[in-house]
């Protein structure tokens, strides 16, 4: 399995309200794998589905000291990870920033502009 494809772990602690709230005013915060699947209620932000990938919006090439922010990721299943990666990451990361925000908004009545 490839560095970037992260597997969920089982039985993690679901994130609460208080720390959403905290994630919201602290878009920064480096987060480990487990939360970000907690964040989005392990489903794919696009379709859905079970996912299984942690994916950086901005590779960490490109964010070498930051990519671990919560902000910049997002969990995909397998094909929608796929997907991300064959049309570019630059073509689908605004895609991907809708998804995320709708999910965002739908599961905690969060609401991003960025």
């Given at each position: 399995m490839k560095e970037y494809m992260i597997s969920r772990k089982l039985n993690v602690p679901p994130v609460s309200k208080e720390r959403m709230e905290y994630l919201i005013n602290n878009p920064n915060t480096e987060v480990e794998e487990n939360e970000i699947f907690n964040i989005y209620r392990g489903k794919c932000i696009v379709c859905r589905k079970?996912?299984?990938?942690?994916?950086?919006?901005?590779?960490?090439?490109?964010?070498?000291?930051?990519?671990?922010?919560?902000?910049?990721?997002?969990?995909?299943?397998?094909?929608?990870?796929?997907?991300?990666?064959?049309?570019?990451?630059?073509?689908?990361?605004?895609?991907?920033?809708?998804?995320?925000?709708?999910?965002?908004?739908?599961?905690?009545?969060?609401?991003?502009?960025?």
């Open positions: 079970p996912s299984i990938v942690v994916h950086e919006l901005i590779p960490r090439s490109l964010l070498p000291n930051s990519w671990r922010r919560w902000i910049n990721r997002v969990i995909l299943c397998n094909a929608c990870h796929h997907d991300a990666h064959a049309h570019g990451t630059i073509v689908e990361r605004d895609f991907l920033v809708l998804c995320r925000n709708q999910r965002l908004g739908e599961y905690w009545n969060i609401w991003l502009t960025q």
